[in-house]
């Protein structure tokens, strides 16, 4: 079973910024198509940002693009999102993901989830 842990959540002021991190317990990191979802309650899961096997394509949300990024190590088996200039609109679980094929935007198409980090940002 693949495990994915997410850490890095927390609570940070509105135009601030934190990086999450995602870790994968296998060893076939490259193999999947990784990303990141959030959601808030009551709310259906939403894409916020993907990224290639190698890291060379990059998908992100209307609503966080210029403001996040997606990035991954293969060799660490991580991936990351740096958050920057925080709305409290970002506030949300944000969740780690992975599919081995095709574009990492729909939830029902993913195939490992993370446990989810909290991610808070005040006004």
């Known amino acids: 079973q693949v495990q994915l842990v997410e850490s890095g959540g927390g609570l940070v002021q509105a135009g601030g910024s934190l990086r999450l991190s995602c870790t994968a317990s296998v060893r076939t990191f490259s193999n999947f198509v990784m990303g990141w979802f959030r959601q808030t309650p009551g709310k259906e899961r939403e894409f916020v940002a993907s990224?290639?096997?190698?890291?060379?394509?990059?998908y992100y949300a209307d609503s966080v693009k210029g403001r996040f990024t997606i990035s991954r190590d293969n060799a660490k088996n991580t991936v990351e999102l740096q958050m920057n200039t925080l709305k409290p609109e970002d506030t949300a679980v944000y969740y780690c993901?992975?599919?081995?094929?095709?574009?990492?935007?729909?939830?029902?198409?993913?195939?490992?989830w993370g446990q989810g980090t909290q991610v808070t940002v005040s006004s």
């Open positions: 990224i290639s096997w190698g890291g060379s394509n990059t």
């Open positions: 993901a992975a599919q081995y094929s095709g574009r990492l935007n729909d939830p029902s198409r993913v195939r490992y």
